[in-house]
């Protein structure tokens, strides 16, 4: 599975005078099996880009290659393509609609084509990886809550086991323990069902935490494509984009001006603890022995 | 695609035209499309030609704007023009095996399909100088009279502005929905008429239950702010005559008396 993004360019309303880049001169290359995450401010151009991976929304110019197949060339099987690009979109739980949450789970591969024992299999499966209980199978998906409907939406793409799993902000609108669940339950089944995935976000620490590399949109342009821990460094750029580097990184930068030698790009709080714990040993500070 | 449609077509611009009162321009456009109706006389079309192209060139809207609402009765207007050209009785000018076209059937639809456009451009004006909250502030205002009758015009009118505010939400919305659903394989273009029906319960059922549930939101927020019906609530923007109003009426008296006795003229 590989996604190539070659120059992609999308003008709204060209040629008129109102005409602006959503997307301008984006190019890069998703390679099988990787987390990455997709960052930007409001307007950046994230789901303008993201829509155009299942050609749901034609460039202007330049292309998308799936599997190293021009999605844009004539002929090419949209259809087909959207059952292996899997799409998630914002705030999902607004698109159910079938009587019965098993159902619902089944719209998808239908579409592609399965048969009903076929669908109800895969239907099943996506739920149990979802973490919805079998109890609510047969309920309506209008009696869940928020976050039943959520999990339950993720699990209508996932039933088409796609190569790749696109979801943008699917933690939107979450308390944090919601957010923790979501974006742990995304990280299972990537490693359990090695499925690609790009996990478009505005959090800086979800996106430290599980991508191995961030592409940072600036203005319909890619600013960065790199590790957390490089595009972390950059943090006056990041914030001229909009963004910030995660909280414990601005951490870091206290400790190491009041003599601390930590990491400048730790990110996350577990790696901050172990980092501020090493520096102090190292310092002689704590005893070798506390570890 | 869905974001092309534009409701009520309102034409932002300075004009004497635009900063008429809304009731003027309801009562101006009824005037004009009755006119429309009270005569046959070639000098009825003229005066009305000049009224209307008069009133459009006082809009400062650009010409391509008021021509757009035409795109709607294109068909209508093909029809009715082929039918009266070649179905009316009289005088031939040719023939195409029983197809007769004569000078009565050419001034019959002539005249129908002018007197369409002009109902249409008429109307378009209305829309494009004046936005939906002027639309039903003026219509309220215009209906009060029923509220002796105990039609509910206030509240008809909250409906009103209400639907016209959502009407953008709503389309927006219908894109998503739509969108969300063709990742998932959707489709809602091929098939027959049976097929596209049922194509569309996964979009309607999302968008139905959608506008339930801002409608009840909104409900909440208004009552938040103490909404309770029309009883006593006044408002931010009234609408008060100014002499320009007083004028425009004068005009439109006028030109209706005018259109009305041009009957009495050999032509």
């Given at each position: 599975?590989?996604?190539?993004?070659?120059?992609?360019?999308?003008?709204?309303?060209?040629?008129?005078?109102?005409?602006?880049?959503?997307?301008?001169?984006?190019?890069?290359?998703?390679?099988?099996?990787?987390?990455?995450?997709?960052?930007?401010?409001?307007?950046?151009?994230?789901?303008?880009?993201?829509?155009?991976?299942?050609?749901?929304?034609?460039?202007?110019?330049?292309?998308?290659?799936?599997?190293?197949?021009?999605?844009?060339?004539?002929?090419?099987?949209?259809?087909?393509?959207?059952?292996?690009?899997?799409?998630?979109?914002?705030?999902?739980?607004?698109?159910?609609?079938?009587?019965?949450?098993?159902?619902?789970?089944?719209?998808?591969?239908?579409?592609?084509?399965?048969?009903?024992?076929?669908?109800?299999?895969?239907?099943?499966?996506?739920?149990?990886?979802?973490?919805?209980?079998?109890?609510?199978?047969?309920?309506?998906?209008?009696?869940?809550?928020?976050?039943?409907?959520?999990?339950?939406?993720?699990?209508?793409?996932?039933?088409?086991?796609?190569?790749?799993?696109?979801?943008?902000?699917?933690?939107?609108?979450?308390?944090?323990?919601?957010?923790?669940?979501?974006?742990?339950?995304?990280?299972?089944?990537?490693?359990?069902?090695?499925?690609?995935?790009?996990?478009?976000?505005?959090?800086?620490e979800d996106v430290a935490e599980y991508a191995d590399k961030i592409l940072v949109m600036k203005?319909?342009?890619?600013?960065?494509?790199?590790?957390?821990?490089?595009?972390?460094?950059?943090?006056?750029?990041?914030?001229?984009?909009?963004?910030?580097?995660?909280?414990?990184?601005?951490?870091?930068?206290?400790?190491?001006?009041?003599?601390?030698?930590?990491?400048p790009v730790m990110s996350t709080v577990e790696e901050a603890a172990d980092e501020i714990m090493?520096?102090?040993?190292?310092?002689?500070?704590?005893?070798?022995?506390?570890? | 695609?869905?974001?092309?449609?534009?409701?009520?077509?309102?034409?932002?611009?300075?004009?004497?035209?635009?900063?008429?009162?809304?009731?003027?321009?309801?009562?101006?456009?009824?005037?004009?499309?009755?006119?429309?109706?009270?005569?046959?006389?070639?000098?009825?079309?003229?005066?009305?030609?000049?009224?209307?192209?008069?009133?459009?060139?006082?809009?400062?809207?650009?010409?391509?704007?008021?021509?757009?609402?035409?795109?709607?009765?294109?068909?209508?207007?093909?029809?009715?023009?082929?039918?009266?050209?070649?179905?009316?009785?009289?005088?031939?000018?040719?023939?195409?095996?029983?197809?007769?076209?004569?000078?009565?059937?050419l001034q019959i639809s002539a005249f129908m399909a002018l007197r369409l456009i002009y109902l249409?451009?008429?109307?378009?004006?209305?829309?494009?100088?004046?936005?939906?909250?002027?639309?039903?502030?003026?219509?309220?205002?215009?209906?009060?009279?029923?509220?002796?009758?105990?039609?509910?015009?206030?509240?008809?009118?909250?409906?009103?502005?209400?639907?016209?505010?959502?009407?953008?939400?709503?389309?927006?919305?219908?894109?998503?929905?739509?969108?969300?659903?063709?990742?998932?394989?959707?489709?809602?273009?091929?098939?027959?008429?049976?097929?596209?029906?049922?194509?569309?319960?996964?979009?309607?059922?999302?968008?139905?239950?959608?506008?339930?549930?801002?409608?009840?939101?909104?409900?909440?927020?208004?009552?938040?702010?103490?909404?309770?019906?029309?009883?006593?609530?006044?408002?931010?923007?009234?609408?008060?005559?100014?002499?320009?109003?007083?004028?425009?009426?004068?005009?439109?008296?006028?030109?209706?008396?005018?259109?009305?006795?041009?009957?009495?003229?050999?032509?």
């Amino acid at each position: 599975m590989s996604i190539r993004v070659e120059n992609l360019t999308h003008i709204y309303q060209e040629g008129t005078a109102m005409e602006s880049y959503a997307l301008d001169d984006v190019s890069f290359r998703i390679e099988d099996g990787s987390f990455i995450g997709l960052i930007g401010h409001t307007g950046s151009g994230k789901s303008t880009l993201v829509q155009h991976l299942n050609g749901l929304v034609k460039p202007s110019s330049g292309t998308v290659y799936f599997n190293e197949e021009d999605i844009f060339a004539p002929g090419y099987d949209l259809r087909a393509l959207r059952g292996k690009v899997g799409l998630v979109f914002q705030y999902p739980e607004y698109q159910l609609f079938e009587e019965t949450v098993l159902k619902d789970v089944m719209f998808g591969p239908r579409n592609m084509g399965a048969s009903d024992r076929e669908a109800e299999s895969r239907a099943r499966t996506a739920l149990g990886l979802v973490g919805v209980e079998e109890e609510l199978f047969e309920k309506s998906p209008f009696e869940l809550s928020g976050g039943q409907k959520r999990r339950v939406a993720i699990a209508g793409v996932l039933a088409m086991e796609p190569e790749v799993i696109i979801l943008d902000e699917p933690t939107a609108g979450l308390d944090p323990a919601g957010r923790d669940e979501i974006l742990g339950m995304i990280n299972d089944f990537h490693h359990k069902k090695h499925i690609s995935v790009l996990l478009v976000s505005h959090s800086m620490e979800d996106v430290a935490e599980y991508a191995d590399k961030i592409l940072v949109m600036k203005q319909g342009r890619l600013m960065y494509f790199d590790t957390p821990k490089n595009v972390f460094a950059h943090r006056k750029e990041l914030e001229e984009a909009g963004l910030s580097a995660p909280e414990m990184c601005y951490l870091a930068d206290e400790l190491r001006a009041a003599g601390l030698d930590v990491d400048p790009v730790m990110s996350t709080v577990e790696e901050a603890a172990d980092e501020i714990m090493r520096a102090l040993r190292e310092r002689g500070a704590i005893p070798a022995a506390m570890a | 695609m869905l974001r092309d449609i534009t409701i009520g077509q309102y034409y932002p611009t300075e004009s004497v035209i635009h900063r008429l009162d809304p009731r003027t321009k309801l009562f101006g456009t009824v005037v004009f499309l009755v006119s429309l109706f009270v005569s046959r006389q070639l000098s009825a079309y003229i005066l009305a030609t000049l009224f209307l192209f008069g009133v459009i060139r006082l809009s400062n809207v650009p010409f391509k704007f008021i021509t757009k609402g035409l795109k709607g009765v294109i068909f209508l207007l093909i029809l009715s023009v082929s039918f009266n050209l070649f179905l009316t009785p009289g005088r031939e000018i040719f023939r195409l095996g029983f197809l007769k076209m004569t000078w009565e059937g050419l001034q019959i639809s002539a005249f129908m399909a002018l007197r369409l456009i002009y109902l249409v451009l008429g109307s378009s004006v209305m829309t494009l100088t004046t936005t939906p909250t002027q639309l039903t502030d003026g219509l309220e205002r215009g209906l009060g009279i029923l509220k002796k009758f105990g039609v509910p015009v206030h509240e008809i009118a909250m409906m009103m502005s209400i639907a016209l505010r959502f009407i953008p939400i709503l389309i927006e919305e219908t894109d998503k929905i739509m969108k969300a659903q063709m990742a998932r394989g959707a489709d809602f273009e091929s098939g027959g008429l049976v097929q596209k029906a049922k194509a569309m319960i996964p979009l309607l059922v999302p968008l139905f239950i959608s506008a339930f549930r801002r409608a009840s939101d909104l409900a909440m927020a208004m009552e938040a702010r103490c909404y309770h019906g029309g009883e006593g609530r006044t408002k931010m923007k009234p609408l008060v005559y100014a002499a320009r109003d007083r004028i425009a009426y004068l005009v439109l008296w006028l030109y209706l008396a005018a259109m009305i006795g041009s009957r009495f003229l050999p032509l």
